[in-house]
DNA sequence: CTGAAAGCGCTTACAG
DNA sequence: CTGAAAGCGCTTACAG
């Protein structure tokens, strides 16, 4: 009874028709020869404006605008692509293993893409790589290249000098990779955003070293990937400049998770015994770490920044609100995004034929985190 | 030099081959001729192959399987497409205003349709509404269904009724929505996933009478979402069923973020002074709200649980890490979402033909944030 | 079991 | 300025 109902509106109120074909009702759509009939041109001339070609007088042109209208027609898009148009569409390959997926970071990377993307009125096809080693998911991953189901890909979160993503570049696929390195061959269809990551630790040290700070540990994040190393190396570096020693038992480990900074804390504190010489100040390779560190802190009974100082990295949108407030390194995804996918769109689109590759800098933000050593 | 240098890699080494068309270079891909003649049939049997026809002799088969192989041949999508396969393509609509999109939900939901699209090896293309009252982006939204982009589409964080989404369902199109009302006229295309709200908002309020509280106050949500409106009916139900008065001063309103709940709480706090009757206990419309109501009840000085009692609704990631660990409804939306997507696909796949509604019950999960009268 | 051929709905040189 | 026609790369009845 209700399914009958249901057909029955269906029937009345929806604009296609039902053709009879073999022995299947098929669904016929609205297509350019009846925009063509009731306009009273050619299918050509149709086409020509959808195409916004400059030779269609302006009275052809209404007629057939009135008429797509009054049709409610849209052009079909895989008939528009095997004549050679573009999908519009850009594939965003997102590496998030399990715990990273809770991130409000990612969600804000996925939604800066999508979103640039939309500006530029370009589709994002997003594909979660949950394991960039699985031989499975990375022929998906290039499937949707083969199949031209997508114009370009941008790939976030792959190590640094990911195999796959040289393939795809090496078939002349267009791509935009954020946080990796720029291999020595560079080619146009290959382009690369990138924070400056050392310059960025070096501030944080710079910052900690004005506190008076010389006991400084780090804890990493995960090495895999360019930022990882980078951060680390700022770190290095920054320290052996001033001449301080890198205490091998102050560089923790682990990946960009809170989860990961807790447990490395956890882990250090429990391992160093409460007499150990212990840092006065620790940085973070990004904010979700310094949260879990400072989680880790509190419940040993040490208090951040009265015993210890912590600074973050990235300016996540929950530091400001963190208690304490969080000091922080700023960086803006949002603005890398929206040019990263400009960039791919421009080569997509032919504007350009430069080898690409920027790096943003990114500023100290002072908040509570840290206290001036007396 | 560079460039020259680029150019030489590709002609190398890429997989495809340069032709001279008119005056433009066109990059020819692989297509089903070549891997026919490298097989020695016919294009006819390399697509039976391809979509696994049943009368392929096993000999034929693993000759063009090789060739597929051998050439590295992916099918072209557009012409599967208009040769009547379907796009595989789900698209994903989800409404947010700028303060929502931090929100860890936002991105958890993001991932649940893409993660369970993909396991029934099916893509999604996300689109952002951020107004779903502006007449370019719902018209873009249209487009895609029109278009033949997408096979169906997902709604999320649409208003309880909204229009356009009726017209698409009255198109014929596959629609599934989160957080709306199954209309009366119901149809196989429409297919409706929820929560069961009023039963978890009762659940959390029989918990607090439990605890001996009377003096309860409610942090909505949007009550232009089905969910708003259920939650606070289910208040109102509960309150009434024990004889409990409403006041109307502790109905506080607000969307689904912690800014809102903090900004309600700080309103109600300011506007109601110290010595004036107040709740011993809040309700919050999810735990976004209830975050940032606790944020304003401290900053006021006031304790949780010890001077005031709060529970939220989703049981949201951070909810067991906060300070307090928060009590609250939980709701599984992974569950919800891959079952929602698994009918809309079921739907497009034309394996079920029935009116699909499904709620999801909620579960409380007590932890820290309400404590006993005495 | 398998090939030749029509057809899907566009775009775009080509010819006028 | 505009129509007829070829072509994009598939799938699938049809005929054998």
Redesign the interface.
Known sequence: M??T??SD??DK????RLLKVGFNLK?M?INSNEVARLAGVSRSTVSRVINNYSNVPLKTREKVLKAIKEL?Y??????Q??AGKK?R?IGLFMV?SGEI????L???M??SV??SA?DLNY??????IRDASDEGTINNVR??F????IDGGIFIGTKHDEAFVDDLV???FIVGVFDQEHPA?????RIVANFNNESGMKQAIAYLLGLGHRDIGIINGDRQRLSGIEKYEGFLSAMRQQGLPVHEQWVLNGDFSEQAGYEAMQHYLRRSGADAARPTAWVAANDSIAFGAI?ALREAGLLVPEHVSVIGFDDH?LSE?H?PPLTTVRVDFKQLFKDLMQMVIAQIEEQS???KEVAYDCTLIIRQSCRRLD
Do not use: H, W
């Open positions: 209700l399914t109902k249901g509106v269906y109120n929806v604009n296609t669904k759509e409610n849209f052009p079909n898009v895989s008939a692509m095997l999908s569409t998030s997926a809770v991130d409000v990612t969600n804000m996925i939604v999508i979103e939309s589709y994002v096809l997003t594909y979660i499937e949707m083969y199949q031209r189901r090496k078939q002349g061959e560079r080619v146009p269809n989680r949108v609100k208690n034929d430069a080898v």
